[in-house]
């Protein structure tokens, strides 16, 4: 009996044993986390080198970001600049070649409205270089604000995103600056937010896209991507990126003509859209209903509907005004846009009435560029629908 009882505190006291030396080398190892935490922070608690050394080191101590950032920045890079080289017909050359194969998280517009103003990348580099506070890193919420104010887009420090808004209502105020017909598009209505991986679909020249950051679509919760494609003419190269991209995307293309879509890549709807009351025309409403959409999230809306656009847009905002429960969620729009003769009213008043339209649906231009076919009257614009909050004013 007296060796039973032996063994047995024996066996507890081995067991004890066991729990506190486990307990010491927990405690060593938490010591040391925290430790290396604190010394990777400088004494103002900046990003220390070690932090985003490869993005430091290959900007030449511009960019200062994660390294998975910086390694999806330069696979966008690569993409597009094996495709910046595509052609040589003098008409339509600077449509078809050298797009931009990288993007400035705070571009800004200096100057003059129209020629003689440049854009800038992130100017405010020059005044105080590895700014980033890591500490706003730590918090329990780090990117609070950014996701409320763009529904769950953005997620960034608050100190960028303040400055992100700011930018964005100080191009806003001078985007509506002439009604001069010959210079429409280079007077008014620039980008007033940029996307840090925007990234251009589809084929060069006319019929590609650019996509804001669309790798986010990736990390939503959604099983299926809704995107609708308005105006193909049979060029699906667009749908073609998206499938390539999301397996699981659900790709409607719409046309007037008779066109197929390639096979498991989208589905083709012959319609004219438009307002739904004029031309045997369809609204967006009267489709999505159609096809049981209604309560469903469009997560990528692409129109060219050649001069269409006005009547299609301004019934599904207006209409949306009497009722918002009408209005389905539209992440991103882009369209073009093109400034013909309107014998109700002046085109380009028509043109800064849809633009105002956009903005208080709450939509920000995050891309612009020109169909050099005809400058003076196409553009192709891009959209990322915000929360309304990011609208308000800080200034």
Not at 9 to 15: E, G, T
Not at 163 to 188: G, P, V, Y
Request: hydrophobic share 35%; proline share 3%.
């Amino acid at each position: 009996m007296l060796s039973i009882m032996k063994k047995r505190r024996d066996s507890s006291f081995a067991n004890k044993t066991l729990i506190t030396f486990s307990l010491i080398i927990l405690i060593f190892n938490l010591y040391y986390f925290v430790t290396k935490t604190k010394t990777s922070l400088s004494s103002s608690g900046e990003l220390s080198p070690n932090q985003c050394q490869l993005s430091m080191k290959e900007s030449d101590d511009w960019f200062c970001e994660l390294d998975s950032d910086w390694k999806r920045r330069k696979i966008l890079h690569h993409i597009q600049d094996k495709r910046n080289r595509a052609s040589n017909k003098r008409r339509t050359f600077f449509q078809n070649n050298w797009e931009p194969t990288i993007q400035c998280e705070f571009e800004r517009r200096v100057g003059n409205i129209g020629d003689g103003g440049k854009w800038v990348c992130d100017i405010h580099r020059f005044g105080s270089m590895n700014t980033t506070n890591i500490l706003e890193k730590f918090s329990p919420n780090p990117c609070q604000l950014s996701m409320k104010e763009s529904d769950d887009w953005f997620c960034e420090l608050d100190s960028d995103w303040k400055r992100r808004k700011i930018l964005h209502h100080i191009q806003d105020k001078r985007n509506r600056a002439s009604d001069e017909r010959s210079t429409f598009f280079q007077n008014n209505w620039e980008p007033t937010i940029q996307c840090e991986f925007e990234r251009r679909l589809g084929n060069i020249g006319d019929g590609g896209k650019w996509v804001c950051d669309i790798h986010r679509f990736g990390s939503l919760n959604t099983t299926n991507i809704l995107v609708y494609s308005l105006g193909s003419n049979g060029d699906f190269s667009f749908e073609y990126a998206i499938k390539e991209l999301f397996r699981n995307a659900e790709i409607h293309t719409f046309d007037m003509g008779l066109f197929k879509c390639p096979e498991n890549v989208c589905k083709f709807h012959q319609v004219r859209l438009g307002n739904g009351k004029n031309d045997s025309s369809k609204s967006l409403q009267m489709v999505m209903n159609e096809l049981g959409h209604q309560n469903r999230q469009i997560h990528i809306l692409k129109v060219d509907i050649e001069g269409g656009e006005f009547s299609f847009f301004e019934e599904l905002f207006q209409s949306s005004n009497n009722n918002q429960s009408d209005l389905p969620y539209i992440r991103q729009i882009l369209f073009e846009i093109h400034l013909n003769v309107d014998r109700s009213e002046s085109p380009c008043r028509r043109a800064h009435k849809l633009f105002e339209l956009f903005r208080s649906q709450n939509f920000a231009i995050f891309h612009k560029e020109a169909n050099v076919a005809n400058a003076q009257n196409l553009f192709e614009y891009a959209m990322l629908r915000l929360n309304p909050s990011f609208f308000i004013s800080p200034l």
